[in-house]
């Protein structure tokens, strides 16, 4: 079992809404992933991160933000919630190029 | 474009027969890895090969790499209903730093 978690597992909220999914991890690993995966589908990535004040952007555009002021938290900002940001996001995180470890998921919602 | 792709998108078999899954990638890498997911949930790593091996076992698990063709199979030997889920190929590219997700297998064993 993996020492990464994602809060909340589930979230419905209504359109325009602001949200924040939690990711941390307890392994002290430097690289840290969020992904996008609608269901039964590929994982398209959105962000990640070096390590501390290191973020960048994924293969994948998307509205959201990210920040990583502290080793183990890696959090996913949407400003502006839409039907359109309907999905599951998976959080993950690795020491380097080879296995990464996933939380999961946060399957989010918006009406 | 995606990395990785991976054939079948479905398969379905009786339990105890071997399941048989293809990834294919576009440029060189140094490692390719195996990822089951779940309904709902995240990934878990099963297996890693990297670009100097062309084989790999583990447990049921046998994985084969060949870069010539760049190409690997992920070979699960008597399937059990608890083998029910998602597989991913991954790819890490040369010079990427972070890995390429394919489609996925959505694999079903029927009791």
């Known amino acids: 079992e993996a020492d990464i978690y994602q809060t909340p597992r589930y979230l419905v909220i209504g359109t325009g809404k602001k949200i924040t999914l939690e990711c941390s991890q307890t392994?002290?690993?430097?690289?840290m992933y969020w992904y996008q995966q609608d269901p039964g589908m590929e994982l398209h990535l959105i962000h990640y991160?070096?390590?501390?004040?290191?973020?960048e952007k994924g293969d994948l555009s998307s509205e959201s933000t990210v920040s990583r002021i502290r080793t183990e938290h890696f959090p996913l900002t949407l400003e502006s919630a839409r039907p359109s940001h309907t999905s599951q996001y998976l959080c993950?995180?690795?020491?380097?190029?080879?296995?990464?470890?996933f939380g999961p998921g946060t399957r989010l919602t918006v009406l | 474009s995606q990395q990785g792709e991976e054939d079948p998108q479905a398969l379905s078999i009786q339990e105890g027969e071997n399941a048989t899954m293809n990834c294919s990638y576009k440029?060189?890498?140094?490692?390719l890895q195996w990822y089951r997911q779940n309904s709902g949930r995240g990934l878990v790593h099963l297996i890693l090969?990297?670009?100097?091996?062309r084989e790999k076992h583990s447990g049921r698990l046998r994985v084969t790499l060949d870069t010539s063709k760049k190409s690997s199979s992920l070979l699960i030997t008597a399937s059990r209903a608890a083998d029910t889920a998602s597989y991913f190929c991954?790819?890490?590219?040369?010079?990427?730093?972070?890995?390429?997700f394919g489609q996925g297998t959505r694999l079903t064993i029927n009791p």
């Open positions: 993950a995180s690795d020491r380097g190029t080879d296995t990464q470890y």
């Open positions: 392994m002290g690993h430097d690289k």
């Open positions: 991160s070096y390590g501390v004040n290191s973020t």
């Open positions: 440029t060189s890498i140094n490692n």
């Open positions: 090969i990297r670009s100097n091996e």
């Open positions: 991954a790819t890490d590219a040369w010079g990427a730093q972070k890995l390429v």
